[in-house]
Protein backbone atom coordinates (compact mmCIF):
# COMPACT_ATOMS: atom_id res chain seq x y z
CA UNK A 1 0.00 0.00 0.00
CA UNK A 2 1.39 3.87 -0.70
CA UNK A 3 2.80 5.46 2.02
CA UNK A 4 4.98 8.25 1.85
CA UNK A 5 7.07 8.79 4.85
CA UNK A 6 9.56 10.09 2.71
CA UNK A 7 7.98 13.38 1.34
CA UNK A 8 7.72 17.03 2.20
CA UNK A 9 4.71 18.04 2.99
CA UNK A 10 3.68 20.95 0.62
CA UNK A 11 3.50 20.29 -2.74
CA UNK A 12 3.63 22.69 -5.61
CA UNK A 13 2.15 23.14 -9.09
CA UNK A 14 4.54 22.41 -12.18
CA UNK A 15 4.30 26.51 -13.04
CA UNK A 16 5.62 26.82 -9.46
CA UNK A 17 7.96 23.81 -9.65
CA UNK A 18 9.42 25.51 -12.71
CA UNK A 19 9.71 28.81 -10.87
CA UNK A 20 11.61 26.65 -8.20
CA UNK A 21 13.93 25.22 -10.59
CA UNK A 22 14.84 29.00 -11.97
CA UNK A 23 14.98 30.06 -8.51
CA UNK A 24 17.87 27.81 -7.84
CA UNK A 25 19.63 27.83 -10.68
CA UNK A 26 19.86 31.64 -10.18
CA UNK A 27 21.52 31.23 -7.12
CA UNK A 28 24.55 29.65 -8.44
CA UNK A 29 22.86 25.85 -8.81
CA UNK A 30 23.45 25.51 -12.81
CA UNK A 31 21.25 23.85 -14.99
CA UNK A 32 23.28 21.25 -16.47
CA UNK A 33 24.60 20.12 -12.27
CA UNK A 34 20.69 19.78 -11.47
CA UNK A 35 20.45 17.57 -14.65
CA UNK A 36 23.09 15.62 -13.56
CA UNK A 37 21.68 15.29 -10.11
CA UNK A 38 18.10 14.09 -11.29
CA UNK A 39 20.13 11.70 -13.36
CA UNK A 40 22.22 10.27 -10.43
CA UNK A 41 19.02 10.31 -8.34
CA UNK A 42 16.65 8.40 -10.86
CA UNK A 43 19.72 5.56 -11.03
CA UNK A 44 20.26 5.30 -7.69
CA UNK A 45 16.63 4.20 -7.18
CA UNK A 46 16.67 2.04 -10.54
CA UNK A 47 19.25 -0.38 -9.32
CA UNK A 48 17.94 -0.14 -5.66
CA UNK A 49 14.80 -1.58 -7.06
CA UNK A 50 16.31 -3.86 -9.52
CA UNK A 51 19.44 -4.60 -9.21
CA UNK A 52 19.91 -7.80 -11.10
CA UNK A 53 18.38 -6.30 -14.25
CA UNK A 54 21.82 -5.11 -15.91
CA UNK A 55 20.03 -4.07 -19.30
CA UNK A 56 18.00 -0.17 -19.72
CA UNK A 57 15.93 0.88 -22.65
CA UNK A 58 15.63 4.72 -22.40
CA UNK A 59 13.04 6.26 -24.18
CA UNK A 60 13.87 10.53 -24.45
CA UNK A 61 11.76 13.01 -25.84
CA UNK A 62 12.63 16.43 -26.42
CA UNK A 63 13.07 18.51 -23.61
CA UNK A 64 15.05 18.53 -19.98
CA UNK A 65 12.95 15.63 -19.22
CA UNK A 66 14.85 13.67 -22.55
CA UNK A 67 18.30 15.55 -20.81
CA UNK A 68 17.54 13.55 -17.87
CA UNK A 69 17.51 10.55 -19.91
CA UNK A 70 20.44 10.79 -21.55
CA UNK A 71 22.57 11.29 -18.87
CA UNK A 72 20.72 8.07 -16.98
CA UNK A 73 21.68 5.77 -19.67
CA UNK A 74 25.05 7.19 -19.42
CA UNK A 75 25.40 6.39 -15.82
CA UNK A 76 24.21 2.82 -16.44
CA UNK A 77 26.27 2.29 -19.67
CA UNK A 78 29.43 3.66 -17.46
CA UNK A 79 28.20 0.51 -14.97
CA UNK A 80 28.54 -1.74 -17.18
CA UNK A 81 24.73 -2.54 -17.90
CA UNK A 82 23.62 -3.17 -21.86
CA UNK A 83 22.19 0.13 -22.73
CA UNK A 84 19.89 1.61 -25.43
CA UNK A 85 18.74 4.91 -25.63
CA UNK A 86 15.80 5.86 -28.07
CA UNK A 87 15.18 9.42 -29.34
CA UNK A 88 11.44 9.68 -29.87
CA UNK A 89 11.63 13.14 -31.11
CA UNK A 90 14.83 14.44 -32.98
CA UNK A 91 17.63 14.73 -31.09
CA UNK A 92 18.84 17.35 -33.14
CA UNK A 93 16.25 19.72 -31.71
CA UNK A 94 17.44 19.43 -28.21
CA UNK A 95 19.06 22.73 -26.48
CA UNK A 96 21.12 24.58 -23.73
CA UNK A 97 21.22 21.41 -20.62
CA UNK A 98 19.27 18.48 -22.93
CA UNK A 99 21.85 19.31 -25.71
CA UNK A 100 24.66 18.60 -23.05
CA UNK A 101 23.13 15.90 -21.86
CA UNK A 102 23.21 14.04 -25.11
CA UNK A 103 26.39 14.70 -26.19
CA UNK A 104 27.63 13.38 -22.48
CA UNK A 105 25.85 10.37 -23.27
CA UNK A 106 27.19 10.66 -26.96
CA UNK A 107 30.57 11.08 -25.56
CA UNK A 108 30.30 7.73 -23.25
CA UNK A 109 29.58 5.84 -26.47
CA UNK A 110 25.52 5.44 -25.57
CA UNK A 111 23.58 3.91 -28.68
CA UNK A 112 21.16 5.80 -29.49
CA UNK A 113 18.66 4.98 -31.93
CA UNK A 114 15.50 6.62 -33.38
CA UNK A 115 12.08 5.85 -32.91
CA UNK A 116 10.09 3.51 -33.77
CA UNK A 117 12.20 0.64 -32.85
CA UNK A 118 11.22 -2.85 -31.33
CA UNK A 119 11.54 -2.84 -27.48
CA UNK A 120 13.58 -5.45 -25.80
CA UNK A 121 12.29 -8.66 -24.09
CA UNK A 122 13.83 -8.08 -20.71
CA UNK A 123 15.32 -5.25 -18.68
CA UNK A 124 13.90 -2.03 -17.46
CA UNK A 125 12.27 0.40 -19.42
CA UNK A 126 12.77 4.44 -18.60
CA UNK A 127 10.12 7.19 -19.39
CA UNK A 128 11.91 10.19 -20.15
CA UNK A 129 9.33 11.61 -22.94
CA UNK A 130 7.24 14.21 -21.51
CA UNK A 131 8.02 16.25 -18.59
CA UNK A 132 5.63 18.99 -16.87
CA UNK A 133 4.40 21.28 -18.99
CA UNK A 134 2.27 18.59 -21.03
CA UNK A 135 -1.15 20.89 -20.92
CA UNK A 136 -3.44 18.68 -23.94
CA UNK A 137 -3.55 15.46 -25.26
CA UNK A 138 -0.65 13.33 -26.06
CA UNK A 139 -0.22 13.02 -29.74
CA UNK A 140 1.94 11.03 -32.48
CA UNK A 141 5.18 9.83 -31.91
CA UNK A 142 4.46 9.89 -28.39
CA UNK A 143 1.27 8.22 -27.89
CA UNK A 144 2.74 4.95 -29.66
CA UNK A 145 6.32 4.85 -27.64
CA UNK A 146 3.90 5.23 -24.71
CA UNK A 147 1.45 2.05 -25.65
CA UNK A 148 4.47 0.50 -26.45
CA UNK A 149 5.97 1.04 -23.17
CA UNK A 150 2.76 0.08 -21.24
CA UNK A 151 2.38 -3.22 -23.75
CA UNK A 152 5.76 -4.28 -22.81
CA UNK A 153 5.62 -6.13 -19.95
CA UNK A 154 8.77 -4.80 -18.54
CA UNK A 155 9.67 -2.80 -15.35
CA UNK A 156 8.84 1.23 -15.96
CA UNK A 157 10.79 4.25 -14.60
CA UNK A 158 9.16 7.27 -14.79
CA UNK A 159 11.58 10.62 -14.97
CA UNK A 160 9.57 13.26 -12.72
CA UNK A 161 6.21 12.38 -14.19
CA UNK A 162 4.40 9.59 -16.24
CA UNK A 163 4.86 11.15 -19.47
CA UNK A 164 0.48 11.83 -20.41
CA UNK A 165 -0.23 12.53 -16.99
CA UNK A 166 -1.08 16.44 -15.91
CA UNK A 167 1.15 17.46 -13.05
CA UNK A 168 -1.43 19.39 -11.22
CA UNK A 169 -4.47 17.35 -11.15
CA UNK A 170 -3.37 13.49 -11.92
CA UNK A 171 -5.71 13.37 -14.91
CA UNK A 172 -4.43 11.36 -17.61
CA UNK A 173 -4.21 13.48 -20.89
CA UNK A 174 -5.10 10.83 -23.53
CA UNK A 175 -2.95 8.19 -22.74
CA UNK A 176 -0.24 8.10 -19.81
CA UNK A 177 2.51 5.40 -19.00
CA UNK A 178 1.63 3.26 -16.24
CA UNK A 179 4.92 3.53 -13.87
CA UNK A 180 5.94 0.72 -11.29
CA UNK A 181 8.31 3.70 -10.09
CA UNK A 182 8.36 7.55 -10.31
CA UNK A 183 11.30 9.42 -8.91
CA UNK A 184 9.92 13.22 -8.95
CA UNK A 185 12.15 16.41 -8.87
CA UNK A 186 12.64 19.83 -6.66
CA UNK A 187 8.94 19.52 -5.68
CA UNK A 188 6.31 16.62 -5.48
CA UNK A 189 3.68 17.23 -8.12
CA UNK A 190 0.09 17.44 -6.68
CA UNK A 191 -1.07 15.05 -9.77
CA UNK A 192 1.32 11.98 -8.19
CA UNK A 193 -1.18 11.72 -5.59
CA UNK A 194 -4.45 12.10 -6.55
CA UNK A 195 -6.93 11.14 -9.44
CA UNK A 196 -5.46 8.76 -11.92
CA UNK A 197 -1.57 9.95 -10.69
CA UNK A 198 -1.01 7.11 -8.11
CA UNK A 199 -1.83 4.45 -10.40
CA UNK A 200 0.02 5.71 -13.46
CA UNK A 201 3.04 6.55 -10.51
CA UNK A 202 3.50 3.22 -8.93
CA UNK A 203 6.22 3.65 -5.83
CA UNK A 204 6.53 7.66 -5.57
CA UNK A 205 10.61 8.44 -4.67
CA UNK A 206 11.18 12.59 -4.03
CA UNK A 207 14.87 13.56 -4.69
CA UNK A 208 14.80 17.41 -3.82
CA UNK A 209 18.41 17.88 -5.69
CA UNK A 210 19.33 21.05 -3.07
CA UNK A 211 19.03 21.67 0.65
CA UNK A 212 16.01 23.60 0.62
CA UNK A 213 13.44 24.41 -2.45
CA UNK A 214 10.44 26.34 -0.93
CA UNK A 215 11.26 29.85 -0.12
CA UNK A 216 8.95 32.29 -1.56
CA UNK A 217 6.96 30.41 -3.88
CA UNK A 218 3.42 29.53 -2.91
CA UNK A 219 2.55 25.83 -2.80
CA UNK A 220 -0.49 24.09 -4.10
CA UNK A 221 -1.79 21.84 -1.31
CA UNK A 222 -0.41 20.41 1.61
CA UNK A 223 -0.45 17.25 2.18
CA UNK A 224 -2.13 15.62 5.87
CA UNK A 225 0.73 14.22 8.22
CA UNK A 226 0.03 13.50 11.92
CA UNK A 227 1.50 16.33 13.89
CA UNK A 228 0.76 19.11 11.69
CA UNK A 229 -3.00 19.13 12.15
CA UNK A 230 -5.07 20.08 15.09
CA UNK A 231 -5.88 17.30 17.65
CA UNK A 232 -7.96 16.87 20.81
CA UNK A 233 -6.83 18.37 23.48
CA UNK A 234 -6.30 16.02 26.74
CA UNK A 235 -8.90 15.44 28.69
CA UNK A 236 -8.85 16.59 32.18
CA UNK A 237 -8.99 14.37 35.42
CA UNK A 238 -12.63 15.86 36.50
CA UNK A 239 -13.89 15.11 32.91
CA UNK A 240 -18.08 14.20 32.50
CA UNK A 241 -19.42 13.28 29.38
CA UNK A 242 -21.34 16.57 28.92
CA UNK A 243 -17.72 18.02 28.36
CA UNK A 244 -17.29 16.35 25.00
CA UNK A 245 -20.61 17.20 22.86
CA UNK A 246 -23.86 15.67 22.37
CA UNK A 247 -23.79 14.54 18.68
CA UNK A 248 -27.36 14.12 16.65
CA UNK A 249 -26.84 11.23 13.90
CA UNK A 250 -30.22 11.42 11.46
CA UNK A 251 -30.47 8.24 8.91
CA UNK A 252 -31.05 5.14 8.46
CA UNK A 253 -34.35 4.95 6.38
CA UNK A 254 -35.93 1.55 5.26
CA UNK A 255 -33.12 -1.20 4.36
CA UNK A 256 -30.30 1.44 5.37
CA UNK A 257 -30.11 1.43 8.89
CA UNK A 258 -26.74 -0.26 8.72
CA UNK A 259 -25.01 2.55 7.78
CA UNK A 260 -26.66 5.38 10.75
CA UNK A 261 -25.53 2.44 12.58
CA UNK A 262 -21.55 2.01 11.55
CA UNK A 263 -21.77 6.03 12.23
CA UNK A 264 -23.01 5.96 15.40
CA UNK A 265 -20.36 3.21 16.41
CA UNK A 266 -17.56 5.03 15.05
CA UNK A 267 -19.07 8.73 16.96
CA UNK A 268 -18.85 6.81 20.20
CA UNK A 269 -14.85 5.40 19.64
CA UNK A 270 -13.87 8.41 18.37
CA UNK A 271 -14.43 10.33 21.90
CA UNK A 272 -18.23 11.94 21.34
CA UNK A 273 -19.60 12.57 25.21
CA UNK A 274 -23.14 11.41 23.78
CA UNK A 275 -24.25 9.83 20.63
CA UNK A 276 -28.28 10.02 19.45
CA UNK A 277 -29.49 8.37 16.68
CA UNK A 278 -32.70 9.39 14.64
CA UNK A 279 -33.58 6.64 12.69
CA UNK A 280 -37.07 4.37 11.52
CA UNK A 281 -38.30 2.60 14.24
CA UNK A 282 -37.58 -0.67 12.74
CA UNK A 283 -34.15 -0.06 13.40
CA UNK A 284 -34.22 0.09 17.20
CA UNK A 285 -33.85 -3.03 17.91
CA UNK A 286 -30.82 -3.70 16.06
CA UNK A 287 -29.40 -0.83 17.17
CA UNK A 288 -29.55 -0.97 20.96
CA UNK A 289 -28.55 -4.75 20.32
CA UNK A 290 -25.34 -3.57 18.98
CA UNK A 291 -24.40 -0.09 19.96
CA UNK A 292 -25.93 0.34 23.83
CA UNK A 293 -24.57 2.86 24.30
CA UNK A 294 -26.45 4.98 21.92
CA UNK A 295 -29.69 6.80 22.64
CA UNK A 296 -31.74 5.77 19.71
CA UNK A 297 -35.00 7.11 18.62
CA UNK A 298 -37.54 6.09 16.48
CA UNK A 299 -38.53 9.34 14.19
CA UNK A 300 -41.71 9.35 11.71
CA UNK A 301 -42.17 12.79 11.38
CA UNK A 302 -39.47 16.06 11.22
CA UNK A 303 -41.68 17.46 14.04
CA UNK A 304 -40.37 14.91 16.01
CA UNK A 305 -36.57 16.14 16.13
CA UNK A 306 -37.47 19.38 17.46
CA UNK A 307 -36.17 18.28 21.05
CA UNK A 308 -33.58 16.06 20.26
CA UNK A 309 -31.89 19.11 18.08
CA UNK A 310 -32.29 20.87 20.95
CA UNK A 311 -29.63 19.19 23.08
CA UNK A 312 -27.54 18.42 20.16
CA UNK A 313 -23.91 19.81 20.14
CA UNK A 314 -23.62 18.98 16.56
CA UNK A 315 -25.56 16.39 13.98
CA UNK A 316 -24.94 14.23 11.10
CA UNK A 317 -27.32 14.10 8.42
CA UNK A 318 -26.89 11.55 5.58
CA UNK A 319 -25.76 7.71 6.32
CA UNK A 320 -28.36 6.19 4.94
CA UNK A 321 -31.07 8.89 4.47
CA UNK A 322 -32.48 8.13 1.23
CA UNK A 323 -34.35 10.19 -0.48
CA UNK A 324 -37.97 10.52 -0.16
CA UNK A 325 -40.32 12.91 1.41
CA UNK A 326 -38.92 11.89 5.03
CA UNK A 327 -35.56 12.31 4.08
CA UNK A 328 -36.24 15.35 2.60
CA UNK A 329 -38.14 16.93 5.97
CA UNK A 330 -34.92 15.79 8.25
CA UNK A 331 -32.50 17.35 6.68
CA UNK A 332 -34.60 20.31 6.23
CA UNK A 333 -35.29 20.70 10.00
CA UNK A 334 -31.58 19.67 10.77
CA UNK A 335 -30.24 22.87 8.39
CA UNK A 336 -32.52 25.39 9.82
CA UNK A 337 -30.87 25.12 13.22
CA UNK A 338 -27.43 26.09 12.18
CA UNK A 339 -25.92 23.63 14.53
CA UNK A 340 -22.29 22.50 13.39
CA UNK A 341 -22.82 19.56 11.13
CA UNK A 342 -21.83 16.67 8.42
CA UNK A 343 -23.83 16.53 5.18
CA UNK A 344 -23.30 13.32 3.55
CA UNK A 345 -24.53 10.75 1.00
CA UNK A 346 -28.30 11.43 -0.08
CA UNK A 347 -28.33 14.53 2.15
CA UNK A 348 -25.85 15.67 -0.85
CA UNK A 349 -28.28 14.59 -3.27
CA UNK A 350 -30.92 16.22 -1.70
CA UNK A 351 -29.36 19.53 -1.92
CA UNK A 352 -27.97 19.25 -5.21
CA UNK A 353 -29.34 21.77 -7.75
CA UNK A 354 -30.03 24.39 -4.57
CA UNK A 355 -28.17 27.86 -3.84
CA UNK A 356 -27.75 27.55 -0.35
CA UNK A 357 -24.57 28.51 1.59
CA UNK A 358 -24.54 25.87 4.56
CA UNK A 359 -21.71 28.31 6.71
CA UNK A 360 -18.55 27.39 8.26
CA UNK A 361 -19.56 25.29 10.52
CA UNK A 362 -20.78 22.92 7.77
CA UNK A 363 -18.34 19.81 6.28
CA UNK A 364 -19.83 18.06 3.12
CA UNK A 365 -18.15 14.92 1.91
CA UNK A 366 -19.14 14.18 -1.33
CA UNK A 367 -17.60 11.42 -3.66
CA UNK A 368 -16.85 12.74 -7.32
CA UNK A 369 -20.35 11.94 -8.58
CA UNK A 370 -21.99 13.72 -5.98
CA UNK A 371 -19.39 16.72 -5.98
CA UNK A 372 -20.47 16.60 -9.78
CA UNK A 373 -24.69 16.73 -9.50
CA UNK A 374 -23.63 20.01 -6.28
CA UNK A 375 -21.71 21.73 -9.06
CA UNK A 376 -23.95 20.73 -11.87
CA UNK A 377 -21.16 19.28 -13.85
CA UNK A 378 -20.22 15.70 -14.67
CA UNK A 379 -18.12 12.94 -13.12
CA UNK A 380 -15.25 13.10 -15.70
CA UNK A 381 -15.10 17.17 -15.25
CA UNK A 382 -14.55 16.83 -11.40
CA UNK A 383 -11.98 13.91 -11.93
CA UNK A 384 -10.04 16.07 -14.57
CA UNK A 385 -9.23 18.74 -12.02
CA UNK A 386 -10.04 17.74 -8.25
CA UNK A 387 -7.90 20.49 -6.88
CA UNK A 388 -10.08 23.27 -8.42
CA UNK A 389 -13.47 21.00 -7.46
CA UNK A 390 -13.12 20.92 -4.14
CA UNK A 391 -12.03 24.88 -3.79
CA UNK A 392 -15.08 25.60 -6.20
CA UNK A 393 -17.17 23.22 -3.32
CA UNK A 394 -16.02 24.76 -0.55
CA UNK A 395 -16.85 29.08 -1.94
CA UNK A 396 -19.97 27.74 -3.80
CA UNK A 397 -21.50 26.59 -0.34
CA UNK A 398 -19.94 28.28 2.08
CA UNK A 399 -18.32 25.47 4.10
CA UNK A 400 -15.63 22.85 4.31
CA UNK A 401 -15.61 20.53 1.56
CA UNK A 402 -13.96 17.30 1.04
CA UNK A 403 -13.55 15.38 -2.47
CA UNK A 404 -13.22 11.64 -1.43
CA UNK A 405 -11.56 9.40 -3.41
CA UNK A 406 -7.53 8.64 -3.96
CA UNK A 407 -5.79 11.38 -2.61
CA UNK A 408 -8.46 12.81 -1.22
CA UNK A 409 -8.87 16.60 -0.88
CA UNK A 410 -9.93 19.51 1.85
CA UNK A 411 -10.81 22.98 1.50
CA UNK A 412 -12.56 25.71 2.82
CA UNK A 413 -14.45 28.51 2.49
CA UNK A 414 -12.44 30.64 4.10
CA UNK A 415 -9.42 29.85 2.07
CA UNK A 416 -7.23 30.72 5.09
CA UNK A 417 -5.08 27.81 4.58
CA UNK A 418 -3.67 25.45 2.19
CA UNK A 419 -6.27 22.60 0.86
CA UNK A 420 -4.85 19.78 1.99
CA UNK A 421 -4.39 16.49 0.19
CA UNK A 422 -4.39 12.79 2.23
CA UNK A 423 -1.80 10.68 0.45
CA UNK A 424 -2.98 7.46 2.75
CA UNK A 425 -5.42 5.08 2.55
CA UNK A 426 -5.87 1.88 -0.05
CA UNK A 427 -7.66 -0.07 -2.60
CA UNK A 428 -9.39 -2.17 0.39
CA UNK A 429 -11.10 0.76 1.52
CA UNK A 430 -13.51 0.78 -1.52
CA UNK A 431 -16.34 -1.28 0.68
CA UNK A 432 -19.28 -0.65 1.80
CA UNK A 433 -19.76 1.85 4.72
CA UNK A 434 -16.81 3.66 4.88
CA UNK A 435 -18.11 6.72 4.07
CA UNK A 436 -20.44 6.34 6.78
CA UNK A 437 -17.82 5.21 9.60
CA UNK A 438 -15.98 8.92 8.23
CA UNK A 439 -18.87 10.50 8.70
CA UNK A 440 -19.42 9.44 12.62
CA UNK A 441 -16.11 10.57 13.10
CA UNK A 442 -16.42 13.85 11.60
CA UNK A 443 -19.31 14.40 13.86
CA UNK A 444 -17.89 13.30 16.85
CA UNK A 445 -14.92 15.94 16.45
CA UNK A 446 -17.35 18.44 15.81
CA UNK A 447 -19.32 17.73 18.70
CA UNK A 448 -16.12 18.18 20.54
CA UNK A 449 -16.20 21.41 19.75
CA UNK A 450 -13.34 21.08 16.99
CA UNK A 451 -13.73 23.84 13.92
CA UNK A 452 -15.45 22.23 11.16
CA UNK A 453 -11.96 22.95 8.58
CA UNK A 454 -9.86 21.03 11.30
CA UNK A 455 -12.46 18.18 12.10
CA UNK A 456 -12.36 17.52 8.59
CA UNK A 457 -8.49 17.61 8.10
CA UNK A 458 -8.54 15.75 11.01
CA UNK A 459 -11.00 12.55 10.35
CA UNK A 460 -10.04 12.25 6.37
CA UNK A 461 -6.09 11.55 7.56
CA UNK A 462 -7.45 9.06 10.17
CA UNK A 463 -9.51 7.40 8.58
CA UNK A 464 -7.33 6.95 5.73
CA UNK A 465 -4.42 5.78 8.13
CA UNK A 466 -6.95 3.56 10.14
CA UNK A 467 -7.20 1.70 6.71
CA UNK A 468 -3.91 1.49 6.25
CA UNK A 469 -3.54 0.12 9.63
CA UNK A 470 -6.57 -2.54 8.89
CA UNK A 471 -4.33 -3.62 5.84
CA UNK A 472 -0.95 -4.32 7.29
CA UNK A 473 -2.71 -6.60 9.88
CA UNK A 474 -4.74 -9.11 7.71
CA UNK A 475 -4.14 -7.71 4.00
CA UNK A 476 -6.48 -4.88 1.67
CA UNK A 477 -8.77 -7.48 0.37
CA UNK A 478 -11.96 -8.27 2.68
CA UNK A 479 -11.63 -5.10 5.15
CA UNK A 480 -14.67 -4.45 6.97
CA UNK A 481 -16.23 -0.19 7.52
CA UNK A 482 -16.03 -1.74 11.28
CA UNK A 483 -12.84 -3.34 11.03
CA UNK A 484 -11.26 0.69 11.24
CA UNK A 485 -13.01 2.05 14.28
CA UNK A 486 -10.93 0.73 16.89
CA UNK A 487 -7.96 1.79 14.65
CA UNK A 488 -9.50 4.97 14.45
CA UNK A 489 -9.51 5.05 18.14
CA UNK A 490 -5.89 4.17 18.27
CA UNK A 491 -5.02 7.37 16.19
CA UNK A 492 -6.15 9.73 18.27
CA UNK A 493 -5.05 8.28 21.25
CA UNK A 494 -1.81 9.62 19.75
CA UNK A 495 0.40 11.76 21.75
CA UNK A 496 1.00 13.64 18.14
CA UNK A 497 -3.11 13.81 17.36
CA UNK A 498 -3.56 15.37 20.95
Not at 47 to 64: F, H, I, K, Y
Not at 104 to 118: C, L
Not at 155 to 166: E, I, M, N, R, T
Not at 450 to 473: K, S
Amino acid sequence: MPMHPELPRLLYSAAATRELDARIIAAGTPGFELMRRAAVAVWRELRSRWPQARQLTVLCGGGNNAGDGYLIAQLAHLAGWRVRAVAVSPPERLVGDAALALAAARDAGVPIEAWPVALPEDGVLVDALLGTGLDRPVGEPFAGAIAAINGSGLPVVAVDLPSGLQADTGAVLGCAVRADLTVTFIAVKPGLLTAQGPDQAGQLRFAALVESTEQGVRPMLERLELGHQAGLAPRPRAAHKGMFGHLLLIGGNRGMGGAILLAAQTALRAGAGKVSVATRAEHLGAMLTRCPEVMAHGVADPAQLAPLLDQATAVVVGPGLGRDDWARGLLDSALQRGLPCILDADALNLLAGQSVVLGQATVITPHPAEAARLLGISTAQVQADRPWAVRELAERFGCTAVLKGVGSLVADAAGERLPGLCSHGNPGMATAGMVDVLSGLVGALLAQRMAAPEAARLAVLVHALAGDRAAREQGELGILASDLVEHIRYYLNLRNCR
